[in-house]
Nanobody, 116 residues
Framework: QVQLVESGGGSVQAGGSLRLSCAAS????????MGWYRQAPEKQRELVAT???????NYADSVKGRFTISRDNAESTVYLQMNSLKPEDTAVYYC??????????WGRGTLVTVSS
């Protein structure tokens, strides 16, 4: 079955960096777009970044220039490098994919806390 397992969250001070990883299994990773979303307390889940199967990337305006999404098809892993972190980046970060059947899958999330 499809599994997405995030790791790499933690607590950092403003201006710091973190690298999130999402290990995927149960589907043909290289054929699927992957995404990172986040949900802050009392807010809706929002898109952070996506990467297509061909490597094209897209970012939310709030993270452009600070975050970088990448993928390693050999390892079936997608990464999110987060630099210049701000307190407003505090959220649970989720990995996401949608198969050709239309079914979406989510990981359990990893918590990122940025203190000022």
């Amino acid at each position: 079955q499809v599994q997405l397992v995030e790791s790499g969250g933690g607590s950092v001070q403003a201006g710091g960096s973190l690298r999130l990883s999402c290990a995927a299994s149960g589907f043909i990773f290289r054929l699927n777009a992957m995404g990172w979303y986040r949900q802050a307390p009392e807010k809706q889940r929002e898109l952070v970044a996506t990467v297509t199967s061909g490597g094209n990337t897209n970012y939310a305006d709030s993270v452009k220039g600070r975050f970088t999404i990448s993928r390693d098809n050999a390892e079936s892993t997608v990464y999110l490098q987060m630099n210049s972190l701000k307190p407003e980046d505090t959220a649970v970060y989720y990995c996401n994919t949608q198969l050709r059947t239309g079914t979406q899958y989510w990981g359990r999330g990893t918590l990122v806390t940025v203190s000022s």
